[in-house]
């Protein structure tokens, strides 16, 4: 499902956000949020949804929660990577587990950062403005 948004500053949204997490609620907070600070989003509740929407919506940010039903986060990355998309969107791996060991398996799934659960909405938009500001 597509959240078309306008920025605060009310020019047109500069990225393209997909947000994924089995929790509805956390993914629409996130997406509400993500709106707020001008981007675009799309959410997914499960993993094989959100591979769909990389290859349709084609963000260029993708913000997946790890533990998820059925197929992982670390596999939909997998996924992802796998599409060889050209925009290549920033993997953000968002969990409440961050034990070293989920940190290296995040990585070497093709994540590029990981964020800890909750996360604080400072942190995501510093996240956004360092990641996204030159791509």
């Not at 947000?19 to 600070?37: G, P, Y």
């Not at 998309?85 to 409440?96: D, G, I, R």
Request: glycine share 4%.
């Amino acid at each position: 499902m597509v959240h078309p948004s306008a920025p605060l500053s009310g020019h047109r949204p500069r990225h393209k956000v997909l947000v994924v997490d089995d929790q509805a609620d956390a993914a629409d907070s996130l997406v509400l949020l993500l709106e707020q600070l001008g981007c675009e989003t799309s959410v997914a509740y499960t993993a094989l949804e959100a591979v769909r929407q990389a290859t349709t919506f084609l963000p260029s940010l993708v913000l997946l929660d790890l533990h998820m039903p059925q197929i992982n986060g670390l596999d939909a990355a997998r996924a992802i990577r796998a599409c060889r998309l050209e925009s290549k969107p920033v993997l953000v791996a968002v969990s409440a587990d961050t034990r070293q060991h989920m940190l290296q398996a995040s990585l070497d799934a093709g994540f590029d950062f990981h964020l800890g659960k909750p996360t604080p909405a400072g942190q995501i938009e510093r996240m956004l403005r360092e990641t996204l500001e030159h791509a």
